[in-house]
């Protein structure tokens, strides 16, 4: 069964500051891996999709790497912004049924 | 606007009535799926569907029942709920290629509370 970790759970930066979130994964054979943004009581928006065969996604201040065999990805945040507060969630698509697991989130607060 | 729609927003309902939940999507996709979003746990996801197809049932109990009348459109209807089902629930779409799929995208969710 497909297990996704991220860490850290919480994360408290102040405005400026680049920062690595973590995303860990029990089993390697995925097809996909994506990170999405979820704010207090809202839906989920999908920041960036990194296929099986990709290394890494960029999008703006965003960039997110996938070390497959390591079951290993993270997402990096340049010159984070207030605006950046939020939930960020790692989700691996995987199984015969292709599923999406998701993690438990990191909490990210950026401090003016 | 996510091309995901999902009504209503908001629901307060007692444990011994039946309500449904809808999800639209406008994005072309052929598979949606439901989620539960509990405070302080992981997503769990309840139903896949492809191609109107159910494909996944998460050991989800009887008193949830999907209904996807086609690719576009997908319920879950409610009966009997309990308190602890109160959460958020998300619908989410995607589209197959090949092996694998698009990037899913969500709604924005329907906060249901069981009193």
């Known amino acids: 069964k497909q297990e996704v970790t991220q860490i850290p759970a919480a994360l408290s930066v102040p405005e400026g500051e680049n920062l690595v979130l973590n995303c860990s994964f029990t089993?390697?054979?995925?097809?996909?891996l994506q990170w999405f943004r979820q704010d207090p009581g809202k839906g989920l928006t999908s920041l960036l999709l990194?296929?099986?065969?990709?290394r890494e996604q960029t999008s703006g201040r965003l960039n997110a790497s996938l070390d497959k065999s390591s079951g290993r990805s993270t997402l990096y945040i340049a010159a984070s912004q207030p605006g950046d507060s939020a939930t960020y969630l790692c989700a691996v698509l995987s199984g015969s049924a292709r599923q999406l697991t998701f993690g438990s989130g990191t909490q990210l607060t950026v401090l003016p | 606007e996510t091309g995901v729609t999902q009504t209503p927003r908001h629901l307060v309902m007692g444990m011994t009535n039946k309500k449904s939940l809808k999800c639209e999507q406008h994005l072309g996709h052929n598979a949606m799926y439901w989620y539960k979003q509990s405070a302080k746990k992981p997503l769990e996801l309840m139903f896949v569907y492809n191609f109107k197809e159910q494909t996944e049932n998460n050991s989800v109990p009887s008193r949830f029942s999907p209904e996807c009348p086609n690719s576009s459109h997908l319920f879950l209807h409610l009966h009997t709920l309990q308190p602890e089902d109160s959460a958020l629930y998300l619908c989410?779409?995607?589209?197959?290629?090949?092996?694998?799929?698009?990037?899913?995208?969500f709604g924005q969710g329907t906060r249901l509370t069981v009193v």
């Open positions: 989410a779409s995607s589209q197959e290629v090949g092996q694998s799929y698009t990037e899913a995208f």
């Open positions: 089993d390697s054979a995925i097809y996909n």
């Open positions: 990194i296929q099986s065969s990709q």
